[in-house]
């Protein structure tokens, strides 16, 4: 095909007089991944690197020694070996060698370098590539490794493309589509140590072919027009992500994922989480040239407040192509070991990190502060009847320092409730409370709680805060009446660990205390008293008045301060207590009546008091 020829040959010229003019300095050997995928390239078209044979010098090569080469792969390995050619002369050259090839034109598009060994002239040339040798970047070595060989141009009638190794029998590993129609060359040798691929008519399709484990390939190509060949190193691809559900339990928790060899421990490709999103993450992407038995983990990363047992984390893996290597799916662990991969694999994993749902109850108060000194506020969260977190607040006036109880790493399902309790000099009814909440993880479908004392199902991966706020009660005076009583004497045992039967004397006790921060307007104190329906109060009462601690400044005189009612309904003043009892102990008397006199003190924070007891006597 002589107008093929022709126009090859001038593609080259036209190449080589392109490098010549722009005479580049040597660059160091490397390999390159094509850019693209292409019309008919494979599904893993991103695990071939292409070996650049920029350096190649045909002088060198043709020598008794040979040229050297040595590469340092995508992972760190370094490869190297010895190229010696003979026959009709090479040039090197970039991808593709000519519009017609199927390699750079249909497949495996922009690839960087100048990957492609071409014939100068028709003929025959043989190219050996021997001693080769992977030397990995850790320590150990590379017992299994695939060397891929390829036809770069379109072999067409008495064309031909032989590959030798002693290493594994060759695969066919993929095609690269004719840039039309639907031609192949034919081929013999797959599992076999020598393939062989045979020109026909046309503009054609390519193969790419590999072999496990060579240190010598040697390639025959036979030109009627010009041929060509390129060469790869196949890697299995792995890449690593991680993504953060619902939210983190603190935002200063980061995550470390990493792949590392199994047998070594040596990290080979690692990410981070980072900042307040919840990812996915830039991954760690590996592109292994050996068959390494390969770890993926999850650590904590630095500055983390919270480690691991905080968190549930959980591995889903897809491979893009058909292999036998095991794909994890939501599995719960932080290390999980693929063993080898299998080249040609195109592995993505994710860790998806998920907090045990987290519970946080914190205190404040409002800017008018404390309504007494040493108020103080003592929070809880409690399961059940059991107490899984809490604090007691320090401070005074408006500022609250211990306000937060430990953040508690909850169950998912379990039932909480969120409450406080007076704690120093505080009382409860002198604040009005309010309870809000907020979860990190602002898609959870929780039903928060809204008032104290509420209660909340937490599920996986809420983080959720919240805050009672007091806020004092304007100036008061709050009267609270207590009631006790204890048995004098009885009618069967005296005064000798007396019981509560018919005709024993009774002690019948009043207290009054003011809880309110403000005094009681003067003589306002009024009491009255329902006795109960078995207790007979009469003149017999000898009612006694007793100070509390502290004291409530009041004054009682027996004769004029206590009063009696028979009314059915109680008396609405003490003026309206005007029944005079008739005997010591007269069944009459339905209501007791007080009314000590003077201004009762406000509170300063334990509040002042007083007892009114008198005598009864049980029907």
């Not at 141009?153 to 993929?174: A, P």
């Not at 004092?472 to 005064?495: C, H, I, M, W, Y």
């Not at 207790?535 to 009696?564: C, N």
């Amino acid at each position: 095909m002589p107008n093929l020829r022709l126009t090859r040959l001038l593609a080259l010229i036209a190449a080589v007089m392109v490098a010549f003019l722009a005479a580049p300095k040597a660059h160091a050997a490397n390999c390159y991944y094509a850019s693209a995928q292409g019309t008919t390239g494979p599904a893993n078209w991103n695990t071939y690197c292409w070996l650049d044979l920029a350096s190649f010098n045909n002088k060198t090569a043709r020598s008794s020694a040979g040229q050297n080469f040595s590469y340092t792969l995508p992972d760190g390995t370094v490869m190297s070996f010895n190229l010696k050619a003979s026959g009709a002369d090479l040039a090197q050259t970039a991808s593709p060698s000519w519009t017609g090839a199927a390699v750079g034109n249909t497949a495996f598009l922009g690839i960087g370098g100048r990957p492609i060994l071409y014939q100068t002239a028709s003929g025959t040339t043989t190219v050996t590539i021997s001693s080769i040798t992977l030397t990995p970047p850790a320590t150990g070595s590379i017992t299994n490794f695939m060397f891929v060989a390829a036809d770069a141009e379109s072999s067409n009638e008495s064309e031909s493309l032989r590959f030798q190794t002693n290493g594994g029998t060759w695969q066919m590993l993929d095609r690269a589509g004719p840039i039309s129609g639907s031609t192949y060359p034919t081929y013999t040798g797959i599992g076999t140590s020598t393939f062989t691929e045979t020109g026909v008519a046309g503009t054609v399709g390519a193969y790419i072919v590999g072999t496990a484990n060579p240190t010598q390939v040697v390639t025959r190509l036979v030109g009627g027009g010009l041929q060509g060949t390129m060469f790869a190193v196949r890697f299995a691809s792995i890449r690593l992500d991680a993504l953060i559900s619902g939210a983190r339990a603190d935002p200063a928790d980061q995550f470390a994922f990493s792949i590392a060899g199994t047998g070594t421990g040596s990290v080979l490709a690692s990410g981070t989480t980072s900042g307040a999103g919840l990812g996915p993450f830039p991954a760690a992407v590996l592109s292994s040239t050996a068959a390494l038995p390969l770890t993926v983990a999850l650590t904590s990363g630095a500055g983390s407040v919270n480690d691991l047992s905080h968190y549930k984390a959980a591995l889903t893996c897809s491979n893009s192509v058909s292999s036998s290597t095991p794909m994890p799916t939501n599995v719960a662990t932080t290390s999980f070991n693929f063993g080898a991969l299998q080249f040609g694999d195109l592995v993505s994993c994710r860790y998806t990190v998920t907090p045990f749902p987290h519970l946080q109850l914190r205190k404040a108060l409002a800017s008018t502060g404390r309504q007494f000194g040493g108020d103080q506020f003592s929070l809880r969260i409690t399961n059940a009847d059991t107490v899984v977190a809490s604090t007691t607040t320090t401070g005074t006036g408006a500022t609250v320092t211990n306000a937060a109880t430990p953040q508690y790493q909850a169950s998912a399902g379990s039932t909480y409730v969120l409450s406080e309790a007076a704690s120093g000099t505080t009382l409860l009814e002198q604040y009005s409370a309010t309870m809000s909440c907020t979860n990190a993880a602002s898609t959870s479908t929780t039903v928060l709680p809204g008032s104290v004392g509420g209660s909340i199902i937490p599920q996986m991966g809420d983080v959720i805060t919240c805050v009672i706020t007091n806020t004092r009660r304007p100036a008061n005076a709050v009267l609270e009446v207590t009631k006790q009583s204890f048995v004098l004497n009885d009618p069967v045992n005296g005064s000798t660990n007396p019981k509560a039967i018919p005709g024993a004397t009774v002690v019948y006790s009043i207290t009054v205390r003011n809880s309110g921060p403000s005094a009681v307007d003067a003589n306002t104190v009024f009491i009255v008293d329902a006795l109960p329906n078995q207790m007979l109060v009469g003149s017999a009462a000898t009612p006694s008045f007793t100070e509390g601690a502290p004291a409530s400044g009041l004054s009682f005189t027996p004769s004029t301060d206590i009063r009696f009612s028979s009314a059915a309904s109680p008396p609405t003043s003490f003026g309206g207590c005007t029944y005079t009892p008739t005997s010591a102990y007269d069944p009459s008397v339905r209501f007791v009546c007080i009314n000590p006199k003077g201004i009762m003190a406000g509170s300063t924070g334990v509040p002042p008091s007083f007892t009114i007891s008198f005598q009864s006597q049980i029907k």
